[in-house]
C-alpha cells in the first residue's frame, strides 16, 4: 500500500574483493535524521485526516441537526428522552442501551437544550474515534493507526457517525483487545467485558482470550461480566437484558437488513417507525431464534478454524483481526437490524489486517463504509422504497456477505491471508533445498504488538 513506500530503496554497491564494504546508506550513516524523515510524510497524513474529522463535526453540528424534523439529530433526541426521565431505567421505562451506554446518555443529554446535547455528544465521539486510531497505534504500529484513519474517510462527508453512541462499544473493544494484546491482561480482559455493556457485539471477539491461552484475561473477563450482569439484574431486573435483546420487543424487520430490503422494495406502503427504527412487516415468531442460531453457527465455525490455523503456524493476527472480524460480521449479517453506523464495529480489525498487507479485506471495508454513508444520505428516498435509494442498501449487505466469505475462506485456508501468513493452497509452501528434501514452512511473527515504527 502506499504507506509502505516510506524511505526509498536500497542503492546497489558492487563488491570486487573479499573486503567489507562500509554501509553507505543515508539510514546507516544518519539513522536518526532518517528516522525523521520517514516520520514526515506520516504526520502530515495524521495532521490531515484528524483534521478532515474536527471539520466534518463542525460542519454537522453547525446545519441545523437540533431541529425536531432532523433525522441526523434523531437519536440525540432518543438520549434526551431516556436521560430525563423518571423513575428507574429498565424497570420504570423502558432502555435499549445496556447499562455502559446508558451511563454516556445521562452524562451528555440530561438537558432541555438539544443543541448541548449534540455539542456534547459530537466531542466525546471524535475523542473515542481519534483514541481507536491511538490504541491501534499503540498496539499494532503506525500503519494500522494510518489504516484505520483511512478506513473511516468514508464516513466524513455525511458524518452521521458522531451523533450516534457506536464509537463508545467500539472504543472500549479496541482497548481490551489491545491491551491483551500489549500483554495487559487483566486490564484487557476487564475492558473487553466492560465493552459488552455498551453494545453487545465485542461478545464476538472474547473467544480470542481462549484461543491465545490467556488464562488471566479470561478469568478478568468472565468475573467482570459476571460482576457487571449480576449487577444489572440486581439493579433493574430481568426487564434490562430482555429490552437490550429484543431493541424494546421491536417485531418488525428492518428496512436495512438483509431481509427487511427486499421487503421494504416489494412494499415499502408497510414501512413504519417501530422503537426508534424504520421497519417493515412482523417477523415470524421461529425467525429470531433461527438467525440467532445462525450467527452463533458462523461464529463457533470461524473460531474452530482459527484454532486450526494457529496450530498449523498462522501469526497471531488470526485471534487479534481476522477471527473478531469473522465473529463481528456473522452477528451483523444475520440480526434484524443493520444500522448504517454499525460499519464502525468493523473497522479496527479491517485496520489491522489493512496494514499487514490483507488488501481485499480493505477494498471491501471501505465499500461497505461509503455504501452506508451514501443510503443514509438517501434515507427519505430509502423510506419511500425508491430505487435509488435502496439499492445502495442491497449493494453493501452483498458487500458484508462477501466480507463474511472472505475472512471463513482465509481462516479455513481455503485462501491465503498474507496479514495473518496463512498460505495460498494454491502456492507452493515449500522449497526444495539444494541437497535434497524441503525446507518446512516458518511460522510468520506479528511484530505489530512490539515494533511500532512504520513497516
Not at 424534523?69 to 432518543?78: L, T, Y
Not at 482497548?175 to 466492560?194: E, K, S
Request: with cysteine; aromatic share 10%; charged share 15%.
Amino acid at each position: 500500500m502506499w504507506w509502505d513506500s516510506y524511505g526509498g530503496s536500497m542503492p546497489a554497491v558492487r563488491v570486487d574483493s573479499v573486503a567489507s564494504v562500509p554501509d553507505v546508506t543515508p539510514t546507516a550513516a544518519d539513522p536518526v535524521a532518517a528516522r525523521r524523515r520517514l516520520k514526515v510524510p506520516l504526520v502530515i497524513a495524521v495532521a490531515g485526516l484528524v483534521s478532515l474529522r474536527v471539520i466534518a463535526l463542525a460542519g454537522v453540528l453547525a446545519s441545523g441537526q437540533e431541529r425536531d424534523d432532523s433525522v441526523i439529530g434523531g437519536d440525540a433526541r432518543r438520549y434526551a428522552q431516556i436521560a430525563l426521565a423518571d423513575g428507574t431505567p429498565y424497570s420504570d421505562f423502558a432502555v435499549e442501551y445496556p447499562p455502559v451506554a446508558f451511563g454516556l446518555v445521562r452524562a451528555i443529554a440530561a438537558s432541555d437544550n438539544q443543541m448541548a446535547t449534540l455539542i456534547r455528544l459530537g466531542i466525546t465521539q471524535l475523542l473515542a474515534d481519534l483514541g481507536i486510531a491511538a490504541l491501534l497505534g499503540w498496539a499494532w504500529g503506525r500503519r494500522a493507526l494510518l489504516a484505520y484513519l483511512i478506513l473511516g474517510v468514508p464516513f466524513l462527508p455525511f458524518p452521521y457517525i458522531y451523533l450516534r453512541m457506536d464509537l463508545l462499544s467500539v472504543l472500549l473493544a479496541t482497548a481490551g483487545v489491545a491491551l491483551v494484546a500489549r500483554g495487559r491482561d487483566r486490564a484487557g480482559g476487564a475492558v473487553l467485558a466492560l465493552s459488552v455493556f455498551a453494545k453487545l457485539w465485542p461478545v464476538a471477539a472474547a473467544p480470542l482470550l481462549l484461543l491465545e491461552r490467556r488464562w488471566k484475561a479470561l478469568a478478568w473477563w468472565a468475573l467482570t461480566g459476571a460482576a457487571g450482569l449480576a449487577s444489572w439484574m440486581m439493579w433493574a431486573g430481568p426487564r434490562g437484558p430482555i429490552d437490550v435483546f429484543s431493541f424494546r420487543g421491536a417485531r418488525g424487520w428492518q428496512v436495512e437488513s438483509l431481509p427487511g430490503v427486499f421487503l421494504h422494495m416489494i412494499d415499502s406502503g408497510r414501512a413504519h417507525v417501530e422503537q426508534g427504527a424504520w421497519r417493515t412487516g412482523i417477523m415470524p415468531e421461529w425467525s429470531r431464534p433461527v438467525l440467532s442460531a445462525l450467527s452463533v453457527a458462523f461464529l463457533v465455525l470461524g473460531w474452530f478454524w482459527a484454532y486450526r490455523r494457529r496450530a498449523q503456524g498462522a501469526n497471531e493476527l488470526v485471534s487479534f483481526a481476522l477471527a473478531p472480524l469473522a465473529g463481528v460480521l456473522s452477528l451483523l449479517i444475520f440480526a434484524p437490524i443493520i444500522s448504517p453506523q454499525y460499519m464502525l464495529w468493523l473497522l479496527p480489525f479491517a485496520a489491522i489486517l489493512t496494514a499487514n498487507g490483507d488488501r481485499l479485506l480493505a477494498v471491501l471495508t471501505f465499500c461497505s463504509a461509503s455504501l452506508s454513508t451514501v443510503e443514509f444520505a438517501l434515507i427519505h428516498g430509502q423510506i419511500n422504497g425508491e430505487l435509488y435509494a435502496t439499492v445502495p442498501i442491497v449493494i453493501r449487505n452483498v458487500v458484508l456477505v462477501v466480507m463474511l466469505v472472505v475472512t471463513l475462506l482465509e481462516l479455513g485456508g481455503l485462501i491465503g491471508s498474507p496479514a495473518c501468513a496463512i498460505p495460498s493452497p494454491f502456492a507452493s509452501t515449500s522449497h526444495p533445498r539444494p541437497g535434497g528434501g524441503q525446507v518446512a514452512p516458518q511460522r510468520a511473527v506479528n511484530p505489530g504488538a512490539t515494533e511500532l515504527s512504520p513497516r
